[in-house]
């Protein structure tokens, strides 16, 4: 079946420490997005990618940066320039450039030690 | 602008009641309008959509959902509540500006249901 594969589940982080969340997709996607869930704020774009090799911050990229080496993986990886880094991050993918409905991997729980 | 507001950040219904979750949104152009389902722990799955066309929106689970431009609002409902619609729903609008479809969320409704 096709979808999204994101790893792990749970992530620990110790402060200072870079990490990084995968994210891969076998749905033939070209749009592929990060996105920063935490309670009671709904969803906040952090970076996205329309193509290969060429990504876009979106509203929260500090402390964030990601690669598109391949059309089905899109890695971010969380730096120790992000302070606040415990969240739930969800990446998803869309067909193309117009959004006619995003396409959810199951998330990470990233939370810092 | 963009913007989305869910009204009440919880809503209880009792089994086999109606459920009703608000939603109305402000955008300068015409928009794409979603309603996701997202249970504890896992990712968002998409339940309906309106791009173009008949306004209202028939989705999976018995959901539905009606654009109405005049009150720009894309509310969502289902005649009979069931235990297994316990869950958050999100609300999400997306127009196109420079640069291409940008996508607002909601800040989500969490659906509680009442044996």
């Known amino acids: 079946d096709g979808g999204i594969t994101q790893s792990p589940k749970y992530l620990f982080r110790k402060e200072g420490q870079n990490v990084t969340l995968s994210c891969e997709q076998n749905l033939n996607h070209d749009a592929m997005y990060w996105y920063r869930q935490d309670p009671g704020q709904g969803l906040r774009l952090i970076y996205y990618?329309?193509?290969?090799?060429?990504?876009q911050k979106g509203d929260i990229a500090e402390g964030y940066s990601v690669s598109r080496e391949k059309k089905e993986s899109f890695p971010l990886t969380v730096t120790s320039a992000q302070k606040n880094p415990t969240a739930f991050y969800l990446c998803a993918s869309s067909i193309g450039r117009d959004n006619y409905g995003y396409t959810f991997g199951s998330g990470t729980r990233l939370t810092v030690v | 602008a963009q913007s989305v507001t869910q009204l009440g950040s919880h809503v209880s219904v009792s089994e086999g009641a109606l459920v009703l979750l608000r939603c109305n949104y402000s955008?300068?152009?015409?928009?794409?309008l979603f309603w996701y389902v997202q249970y504890p722990n896992q990712g968002l799955q998409l339940l309906l959509k309106?791009?173009?066309?008949?306004?209202l929106v028939k989705g999976i689970n018995g959901f539905e959902a009606e654009f109405k431009k005049s009150e720009t609002s894309f509310h969502l409902t289902k005649p009979s509540a069931h235990m297994s619609d316990a869950a958050e729903y999100f609300c999400?609008?997306?127009?196109?500006?420079?640069?291409?479809?940008?996508?607002?969320f909601g800040a989500g409704t969490r659906l509680f249901v009442k044996a």
């Open positions: 999400a609008v997306s127009d196109r500006g420079t640069g291409g479809f940008k996508t607002i």
């Open positions: 955008s300068s152009v015409p928009p794409y």
């Open positions: 990618s329309q193509i290969v090799n060429d990504f």
């Open positions: 309106y791009t173009t066309g008949a306004t």
